[in-house]
């Protein structure tokens, strides 16, 4: 069975910062991993995924992420945080040899501090 | 830059009626695909669509729901008789292709009294 586990509810950083926000999965067989981004009162915005290849990847507003097998990690990181990036955070999978729904984490807020 | 849209964006039903909720997915999308968001709670699967059938569902996707595509644009999901923990945030996603990203609309607020 698929699950993802976001360890943080809270992760509160100043402006210019670097900042991480964690994620962790299970899966039977090889993931597709993924980051989306929710703002208040909006639906979810993709932000970056992985399926295979280079295990560190680059999405949106300068995020990226990084593929770690051997700790099922797919952490999300930015340089340099700004103020903009407060949002709600969502981690997803999917198995790549499975049912094509993703799971999703319970989400990580994330306040960047002026 | 083309999204998914939903219609409305918050109903208010009372126990036991018929709400649809409706979704326009993006336009060379596929996969259709419905999600529901408890307040507070992660984001739950509910339904996955392709081909004008349902390709997997979830266990929250009991006799009460049913989704349907009623012509080349829409995507709706119908509850038959609402219950009070229906009530949740209701998102419609779609993707080109299945191993593809699904974009999210902006989700219905399904509030049931």
């Known amino acids: 069975a698929q699950s993802v586990a976001q360890p943080e509810d809270q992760v509160n950083v100043a402006e210019g910062n670097p900042l991480t926000v964690k994620c962790t999965y299970s899966?039977?067989?090889?993931?597709?991993l993924f980051w989306y981004v929710q703002y208040p009162n909006r639906g979810l915005q993709f932000l970056l995924k992985?399926?295979?290849?280079?295990?560190l990847v680059k999405g949106s507003y300068g995020f990226e992420a990084e593929f770690n097998k051997s700790q099922t990690s797919f952490h999300l990181k930015k340089p340099s945080a700004l103020v903009s990036d407060s949002a709600l955070y969502f981690c997803?999978?999917?198995?790549?040899?499975?049912?094509?729904?993703?799971?999703f984490g319970t989400g990580t807020r994330l306040t960047v501090i002026p | 830059e083309p999204e998914v849209t939903q219609t409305p964006s918050h109903q208010v039903t009372q126990m036991g009626q018929e709400v649809i909720l409706r979704c326009v997915p993006i336009?060379?999308?596929?996969?259709f695909y419905w999600y529901r968001q408890i307040l507070g709670q992660k984001v739950e699967f509910l339904v996955s669509?392709?081909?004008?059938?349902?390709?997997?569902k979830s266990e929250i996707f009991d006799d009460q729901f049913s989704v349907e595509r009623p012509d080349g644009s829409n995507f709706t999901l119908k509850i038959r008789s609402t219950k009070l923990e229906d009530s949740a945030m209701y998102f419609c996603?779609?993707?080109?292709?299945?191993?593809?990203?699904?974009?999210f609309g902006p989700g219905t607020r399904l509030t049931v009294t």
């Open positions: 996603a779609s993707s080109v292709r299945v191993t593809y990203e699904q974009y």
């Open positions: 899966v039977s067989g090889n993931p597709y």
């Open positions: 992985y399926i295979t290849g280079d295990n």
């Open positions: 997803a999978v999917r198995d790549l040899g499975g049912a094509n729904n993703l799971f």
């Open positions: 336009s060379n999308h596929l996969y």
């Open positions: 669509f392709y081909n004008n059938e349902i390709s997997e």
